[in-house]
């Protein structure tokens, strides 16, 4: 068991200080224009006719292009001793690159706005993190992680319910071209998008470093212990099948489609990823401030497990057939559950392996090893999907999270 005390007579910093507070704000911001656009976009690809097989691969080309810039930018950032211009920058791209998706007519334009936003999304989330574990005593870790996940998820809470609202009131008015309201959402995310990176810049400040310039790429690698290497593998097949919740809106807009309507489908399952979000939030806080009392691995091995859960409940949805609201919102409810211990978890355990002279390279290895699962993942699960049958894609899914969570099991 993992626990994180401090010397006898030393007395507690406080963790919810502006650094916290103003990363809460910025990923608050941030998400709300994210999910703006990704709780509309399946409804958006299936109005422009594109297949199943479209949102796999444009989420999985975003992931895996992101990845290739997660471990340079962290590199980078512990070799030039400082990290906050590059995020704010990343949140700059992230936030006006989804604009694109009003341009299009077909699925190839939103493969590159998604895959723009994603690039700056790969640049700031590590050294992010490491900002973020650079501000709070160890022992408080497992509280600002799941205090800034939760204000990131408020975020994602906000987003979809404005997009489906949106969507509601403005489809009527817009028979003769029902793309016009996802174009007009899809613009309206560039204002908390462009407002987060100026929370990032205005509110949040790093301790600098004096720059390391023989930090060498390879050797930051090979300076990271093994024992993180071995979680990385089990984070890492866990990956593989830690699919784009796109398609779990996809999903639910399938199986509500023939008793409501495309149209109507797409605004119930957008709901949905509003409560998906919902308990996310709800979850964070509680699973990183009782990780700082119990340790990490066990709830994180807790949380895979449900993941698993999860993707079997939407293979048995198809071979069933099942429309039922409450086993959507079940199923939803506990995605919700399980990102939450996965994303507040992996990164303070990250903190807990790692020193700060190479935690941008260690998070950009994190975030890289999960963006090439998620590449995988949703495009796997994508290509299953339409080419077999959604039952056997989330079966794919399914089995490998329970090999993820076996594997992190035999960490020690």
């Given at each position: 068991m993992e626990r994180h005390g401090r010397p006898a007579g030393v007395q507690p910093q406080k963790w919810l200080n502006r650094n916290v507070v103003g990363m809460g704000l910025t990923s608050f911001l941030s998400d709300a224009s994210h999910e703006m656009a990704t709780a509309v976009l399946p409804g958006?690809?299936?109005?422009?006719?594109?297949?199943?097989?479209?949102?796999?691969l444009i989420e999985g080309v975003a992931d895996a292009a992101s990845s290739f810039v997660k471990v340079a930018a962290g590199w980078y950032s512990d070799r030039i001793g400082h990290r906050k211009a590059i995020t704010v920058g990343g949140y700059f791209v992230t936030g006006v690159a989804k604009a694109l998706f009003a341009f299009a007519y077909a699925w190839p334009l939103v493969l590159v706005g998604r895959t723009v936003a994603w690039l700056g999304r790969g640049v700031r989330g590590p050294l992010r993190d490491a900002i973020l574990a650079e501000s709070v005593p160890a022992e408080s870790r497992g509280r600002a992680f799941g205090f800034h996940r939760a204000g990131d998820t408020l975020g994602a809470i906000v987003g979809p319910a404005i997009a489906v609202a949106l969507l509601a009131w403005l489809q009527p008015h817009a028979a003769g071209n029902p793309s016009a309201p996802f174009r007009l959402i899809f613009w309206l995310t560039l204002i908390p998008g462009v407002g987060s990176a100026v929370a990032f810049a205005t509110l949040v400040s790093e301790r600098r470093r004096a720059p390391d310039h023989e930090l060498r790429f390879w050797g930051a690698l090979r300076s990271l212990p093994s024992s993180y290497r071995r979680l990385l593998v089990g984070v890492g097949v866990f990956g593989l099948a830690d699919f784009a919740p796109t398609l779990m809106i996809l999903a639910a807009t399938q199986l509500l489609t023939p008793g409501h309507g495309v149209v109507h489908a797409a605004q119930i399952a957008g709901l949905l990823y509003m409560l998906r979000n919902v308990a996310y939030a709800g979850a964070s806080f509680p699973i990183g401030a009782l990780s700082d009392r119990v340790g990490r691995?066990?709830?994180?091995?807790?949380?895979?497990?449900?993941?698993?859960v999860v993707a079997a409940g939407f293979m048995f949805a198809f071979v069933f057939s099942l429309h039922s609201m409450a086993y959507l919102l079940a199923l939803f409810a506990l995605a919700g559950v399980y990102i939450a211990a996965e994303d507040a978890l992996e990164g303070v355990m990250t903190a807990d392996y790692i020193s700060p002279e190479v935690r941008g390279t260690a998070y950009g290895l994190l975030a890289t090893v999960n963006g090439v699962g998620d590449f995988v993942a949703s495009a796997a699960v994508g290509l299953l999907w339409t080419g077999v049958s959604?039952?056997?894609g989330f079966g794919y899914a399914a089995v490998l999270m329970l090999i993820g969570a076996a594997i992190l099991h035999t960490v020690r």
């Open positions: 958006f690809l299936a109005v422009i006719g594109a297949p199943a097989a479209a949102l796999g691995r066990g709830l994180l091995v807790a949380g895979y497990v449900v993941g698993a959604p039952v056997v």
